[in-house]
């Protein structure tokens, strides 16, 4: 199957079918996997009591999420810990100033991406997306990379720094061989949400297979004391066509909407956004029943705008902040509703 028909009847039958379940034959003919295929038939059929296509093409096949769990012992990462889990590294001092040390090693590692799908990711520290980096705004920043992969790759970085450590290939040490290793070295600048990701050739085979995380820089005098989430925007060609048959926050499909993202009502909640999707050319961020401020690239102290839905470019990211008021259950998905069929969909669940 050519890579341009095939995205394009995956398009059509998505987009002419008129739920989910009319599209299941013609979905499992284009995702070898059967996993997804009963993922999605169980939930467009128990949805409304096994109703039967007629029903659930009425009525809309209904968010039900996966039926199984991926076990992150298996996977050795968890989306519920990827959340709030942040890699200050290791402070230095050398002459008079605080240098951060990282450590990230590539390697190459089968994940599961939703129950029963599998995919072999190319990853940093194990785990996709990579550890969250946190650094502060003044300081010097020092990366270890290790290349435990069997590809040559990089770690290219978002920030502003001398070509030389700009991880891309050909400048500087370029790409570094399997078995290689450097130390990427800049100054923590400007204060931020930023990502990195591999930039060697091509770059969305490298990028699409896993190798990218969320940078952090906190401005020096900090930001308010928050609930802090790292929510990085993601999906998985599992077929190799090009284009992505699972859609996630975090990299598993539903993570959220099985097991919803734990909050407290009245506390501010301050999620950095990260959109690495590879092969879309949008990925949106939507929240129900609530609104937040949003902080493009979280390089400015106000935000720019109060609103329930972001829409992002590949690199783009933002802080958004917001309280939930109310007890309860809250979805938040992507607002491209194709997505969110496919993975991109969870709950936030506000307790007092
Ligand atoms: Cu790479």
């Excluded at 039926?67 to 590294?89: A, K, T």
């Excluded at 029963?116 to 003044?138: D, I, M, Q, S």
């Excluded at 609104?291 to 783009?316: A, S």
Aim: glycine share 12%; net charge negative; aromatic share 10%.
């Amino acid at each position: 199957m050519k890579f341009g028909e095939d995205k394009i009847s995956r398009r059509k039958l998505l987009g002419t079918a008129a739920g989910a379940t009319a599209a299941l034959p013609l979905l499992h003919e284009s995702l070898p996997h059967q996993g997804v295929h009963d993922q999605f038939a169980r939930a467009a059929g128990e949805e409304h009591g096994g109703g039967g296509a007629a029903s659930a093409a009425h009525k809309g096949a209904g968010h039900r999420g996966t039926v199984g769990r991926v076990d992150p012992r298996v996977n050795g990462f968890d989306p519920q810990e990827i959340l709030r889990d942040y890699d200050r590294g290791k402070v230095v001092r050398e002459g008079g100033r605080a240098v951060r040390e990282f450590e990230l090693v590539a390697e190459d590692r089968e994940i599961e991406v939703a129950p029963g799908v599998k995919f072999a990711a190319w990853t940093y520290n194990g785990r996709v997306p990579g550890p969250t980096l946190r650094a502060t705004e003044g300081e010097r920043v020092r990366i270890k990379f290790v290349n435990g992969s069997k590809h040559p790759h990089t770690i290219h970085f978002h920030g502003i720094h001398r070509d030389l450590s700009d991880g891309i290939p050909g400048v500087g040490v370029g790409n570094i061989e399997p078995g290689g290793s450097t130390v990427y070295e800049f100054e923590a600048f400007p204060f931020g949400l930023h990502l990195y990701h591999c930039h060697s050739t091509p770059l969305a085979e490298h990028i699409a297979k896993g190798l990218y995380g969320a940078f952090i820089i906190d401005p020096k005098k900090g930001r308010p004391q928050a609930d802090e989430l790292v929510m990085v925007m993601n999906g998985f060609d599992t077929n190799f066509d090009l284009s992505n048959e699972i859609y996630a926050v975090n990299t598993v499909a539903f993570a959220y909407h099985d097991q919803p993202v734990q909050v407290k009502r009245g506390q501010l909640v301050r999620i950095y956004l990260v959109n690495i999707l590879e092969f879309d050319l949008v990925n949106s961020f939507h929240t129900h029943a609530n609104f937040f401020d949003f902080y493009p690239t979280g390089t400015r102290l106000e935000p720019r705008d109060f609103t329930d839905t972001v829409v992002m470019g590949q690199g783009e990211r933002g802080i958004l902040e917001l309280r939930f008021p109310f007890t309860g259950k809250y979805m938040f998905h992507a607002h491209v509703s194709e997505f969110a069929d496919l993975g991109w969909m969870g709950f936030f669940e506000v307790t007092d």
